[in-house]
């Protein structure tokens, strides 16, 4: 009795929230294996086919980084997709809502979930990137990578878990999402490419060179979760 | 003769006077009378459709940003702040739509290019796209409420997205090894006749914009109503028929 | 003069563009008021 009470208490509060909701995307994912057995594969593809489309080793390693990127973005659009379909089959979002869960939790959970999916999805990228572009990693380049990859997958996490539940629900999201995201996340394409290309030392650029990209990204990334986080209760309340 | 008046007052009926006036008075001075530029030639002509144009875009963006601040806060809600703002975006994509298209030309004739990656015109084309992306929101479906409440987050997200757009476009100019082709040749020595022309431009498309916006929020108000209605002929005729089975 | 044809198409392009919004702006809302009774209208 006094466990379910506790339960309860923990499911209110904003963190606790965020921790059950992000818990519970994982664990769908885990079960229904969609990023592992449709999404990564997905961008791998896309990869092969950047290949096929520029069609010479000198221009694929000099535009590695952006290729990455514009990848990965892609595919966020697909997991943003696939995050509030699971939220919207039925009705679940609103059942949230009515039962007095915290907007501001939800959005949280959502995000944590989708971001820990996209540092999967982009690990592989650079690696794919790495293998297939042949882009060169030092150590410095490495830690600049890490960083980047974190600043700019959170960015993106909060501005996809936004936008999915601004149209969730609604008919004819699928092909909105991709209008409504991608100019959006603009600067993350600037931004990560960049301190990409210096993490990888394209064209010369030295690492050193990366890091002040990475103030863009946080910049963005600070940004969008805060409205995220204060702008998904008006978005879900009716 | 009700017909004719379905969004039209007195008011806008001169409004639109005045406009239909001033735009044939501004093709007048801006084509024939005004004089060539010393820098640009003739090709400043294009100026007093254009700038215009694109001081109306951002003036309708702003009027949809500060409509949608309106509505969202709590004691100003109402349904009319929604309409002003989807009317205003609206009047805005086709003004953005239009000066992007006057604006290339210009550019050919100046610059020898269409199109040039700096901030400015780069941001100006993501206005574009994402205002788009708004009137695709509202077209959304679901409740009045509904629709007015995501389109007012989205709107407000607008003032959030643009700036950063622009400010990492500057910056990823600073980069790129080619020189920016804008700001050349665009310092212009203006004359009396031809400030005059712009600012008459200026002025004739303000009171288009509120001619249009006037007009347009009207008939959305108008839509909205008939929606409202279509719903409680639907409900009244279920109920009928209930009775009836009833019987 | 090449320059004449880029001008006139930019009085063009804007001018007729506006016109055709105006006019499909006033369509709708014709549309709309034959089904919306005058005393519902606050503007009139």
């Known amino acids: 009795m006094s466990n379910a009470g506790q339960q309860r208490f923990t499911g209110t509060t904003v963190i606790g929230t965020a921790r059950l909701i992000a818990a519970k995307d994982l664990r769908v994912e885990l079960r229904s294996r969609v990023l592992l057995n449709q999404v990564l594969p997905f961008a791998l593809i896309v990869m092969v086919m950047f290949a096929f489309a520029l069609d010479s080793d000198a221009v694929l390693e000099r535009v590695a980084p952006g290729l990455v990127w514009l990848a990965a973005m892609f595919s966020t659009l697909i997991m943003v997709s696939r995050s509030f379909a699971v939220e919207t089959a039925d009705g679940a979002l609103d059942q949230l809502r009515s039962a007095g869960v915290p907007a501001m939790g939800i959005f949280i959970g959502k995000m944590m979930a989708l971001m820990a999916q996209l540092v999967v999805l982009v690990t592989l990228l650079i690696l794919t990137a790495v293998v297939l572009y042949r882009a060169e990693l030092s150590w410095a380049g490495s830690v600049l990578l890490v960083t980047t990859g974190l600043t700019a997958t959170c960015g993106l996490a909060a501005v996809g878990t936004l936008y999915g539940g601004l149209a969730a629900g609604?008919?004819?999201?699928?092909?909105?999402?991709?209008?409504?995201?991608?100019?959006?996340?603009?600067?993350?394409?600037?931004?990560?490419?960049?301190?990409?290309?210096?993490?990888?030392?394209?064209?010369?650029?030295?690492?050193?060179?990366?890091?002040?990209?990475?103030?863009?990204?946080?910049?963005?990334?600070?940004?969008?979760?805060?409205?995220?986080?204060?702008?998904?209760?008006?978005?879900?309340?009716? | 003769m009700s017909n004719d008046r379905a969004t039209s007052t007195p008011f806008t009926k001169g409004l639109g006077f005045f406009v239909v006036l001033g735009i044939a008075l501004l093709i007048i001075l801006g084509i024939f009378v005004s004089p060539a530029d010393v820098n640009q030639g003739e090709s400043v002509r294009i100026m007093y459709a254009h700038v215009p144009g694109a001081w109306l875009a951002y003036l309708a963006f702003v009027m949809t940003a500060v409509s949608s601040a309106a509505y969202l806060w709590k004691r100003t809600r109402s349904l009319t702040w929604d309409r002003i703002a989807g009317a205003s975006a609206e009047v805005g994509v086709l003004f953005m739509g239009i000066s992007l298209v006057t604006g290339s030309l210009w550019g050919r004739l100046t610059w020898g290019t269409y199109w040039t990656w700096d901030a400015r015109l780069t941001t100006t084309a993501?206005?574009?796209?994402?205002?788009?992306?708004y009137l695709a929101v509202r077209g959304l479906g679901g409740t009045h409420q509904q629709r007015a409440r995501r389109s007012a987050v989205l709107a407000l997200l607008a003032v959030l997205e643009i700036p950063l757009v622009h400010f990492s476009v500057e910056l990823w100019n600073t980069l790129h090894q080619e020189a920016s082709v804008a700001g050349r040749g665009t310092d212009v020595e203006m004359n009396g006749l031809m400030l005059f022309t712009l600012f008459l431009g200026v002025v004739v498309f303000t009171l288009m914009y509120i001619w249009l916006v006037l007009h347009r929020q009207r008939s959305l108000m108008l839509e909205d109503m008939l929606d409202d209605s279509g719903l409680d002929n639907a409900l009244s005729e279920r109920r009928a028929e209930a009775t009836q089975v009833g019987h | 003069m090449d320059d004449l044809g880029f001008i006139v198409a930019s009085y063009v392009v804007t001018f007729v563009s506006v016109a055709l919004y105006a006019r499909g702006v006033l369509h709708r809302s014709r549309k709309a008021a034959r089904d919306v009774p005058r005393d519902k209208r606050p503007w009139l």
């Open chain 2, 126 to 133: 993501f206005l574009f796209v994402t205002y788009i992306g």
């Open chain 1, 170 to 238: 609604a008919k004819g999201r699928e092909t909105l999402l991709p209008l409504l995201l991608l100019p959006v996340v603009a600067p993350v394409l600037i931004g990560a490419t960049r301190a990409t290309e210096s993490a990888f030392g394209t064209r010369g650029v030295s690492t050193g060179q990366g890091w002040p990209w990475l103030g863009l990204l946080a910049v963005f990334a600070v940004l969008f979760s805060v409205s995220g986080a204060v702008a998904f209760g008006p978005l879900l309340d009716d």
